[in-house]
T-cell receptor, first 113, second 111 residues
Framework: NAGVTQTPKFRVLKTGQSMTLLCAQD?????MYWYRQDPGMGLRLIHY???????AKGEVPDGYNVSRLKKQNFLLGLESAAPSQTSVYFC????????????FGPGTRLTVT | RKEVEQDPGPFNVPEGATVAFNCTYS??????FFWYRQDCRKEPKLLMS???SGNEDGRFTAQLNRASQYISLLIRDSKLSDSATYLC????????????FGKGTRLSVIA
C-alpha cells in the first residue's frame, strides 16, 4: 500500500515551459487535492476533485489546470510556467471533503527560472 | 479575520518541557478540527483530531473551545523528536476550501 505518490520529486523549468505533475493514490479515496506551499504562506489549495471526472477551483487556481480521468490519479498542469510558480506542490486525498483526514504525498519541488 | 491563525513561533524549549500552542478560527460553523505535524522538507501528517470533549494521545492533549473559537495543543515532556511545525486545520468557510490549514507553529526542542 503506497498511499499517495507524486511524480516527479524535483523539476526545474524555464519560464514559459509546460509540465504535468502526477498524483496517484491507492486508497480508493473519492477526494483529491493539489496544494502549493511557500515560505510564510502555509498550504494553499489550488484545485480539488470530488470524484472521477470532476474538478473544482481552490483558493489559488490561476495558471494551473487539472484533470481526474481516473479515480486514482489527479494531474496538475502548468501550461506556461512563471517564476511565481516556484513552490513545493503537495497532492492529498481523503475519503470525504468536509472534514475527513487528508493523506499527503511527499511533494514536488518545482523551480521556474 | 483570517480563517485560521496561529502564532508562527519559533518556540524553543528544552527537553522535558511542556509547551502549548493555540489556534483561532473564524468559522463558527466549523465541525472538524485537526492538528497536523510537518517535519522539515516533508509532507504534513495527521497528529490528532480534536474532539469537543478534548482528547489525549500519550504526551499530546488537544482541546477545543467553541465559544471562543480556539483550539489548543499541549505537548508534555518534550522530546527532541517533537521538533517540527504544527499545523492547525479546520474545515473551511466556503465550498472551495474543504480544509483550511494554518501557517503553522515551529517548535524546536533543545537538548
Amino acid at each position: 500500500n503506497a498511499g499517495v505518490t507524486q511524480t516527479p520529486k524535483f523539476r526545474v523549468l524555464k519560464t514559459g515551459q509546460s509540465m504535468t505533475l502526477l498524483c496517484a493514490q491507492d486508497m480508493n479515496h473519492e477526494y483529491m487535492y493539489w496544494y502549493r506551499q511557500d515560505p510564510g504562506m502555509g498550504l494553499r489549495l489550488i484545485h480539488y476533485s470530488v470524484g472521477e471526472g470532476t474538478t473544482a477551483k481552490g483558493e489559488v487556481p490561476d495558471g494551473y489546470n487539472v484533470s481526474r480521468l481516473k479515480k486514482q490519479n489527479f494531474l496538475l498542469g502548468l501550461e506556461s510556467a512563471a517564476p511565481s510558480q516556484t513552490s513545493v506542490y503537495f497532492c492529498a486525498s481523503s475519503y470525504w471533503d468536509r472534514g475527513g483526514e487528508q493523506y499527503f504525498g511527499p511533494g514536488t519541488r518545482l523551480t521556474v527560472t | 479575520r483570517k480563517e485560521v491563525e496561529q502564532d508562527p513561533g519559533p518556540f524553543n524549549v528544552p527537553e522535558g518541557a511542556t509547551v502549548a500552542f493555540n489556534c483561532t478560527y473564524s468559522n463558527s460553523a466549523s465541525q472538524s478540527f485537526f492538528w497536523y505535524r510537518q517535519d522539515c522538507r516533508k509532507e504534513p501528517k495527521l497528529l490528532m483530531s480534536v474532539y469537543s470533549s478534548g482528547n489525549e494521545d500519550g504526551r499530546f492533549t488537544a482541546q477545543l473551545n467553541r465559544a471562543s473559537q480556539y483550539i489548543s495543543l499541549l505537548i508534555r515532556d518534550s522530546k527532541l523528536s517533537d521538533s517540527a511545525t504544527y499545523l492547525c486545520v479546520v474545515n473551511g468557510n466556503s465550498g472551495n476550501t474543504p480544509l483550511v490549514f494554518g501557517k503553522g507553529t515551529r517548535l524546536s526542542v533543545i537538548a
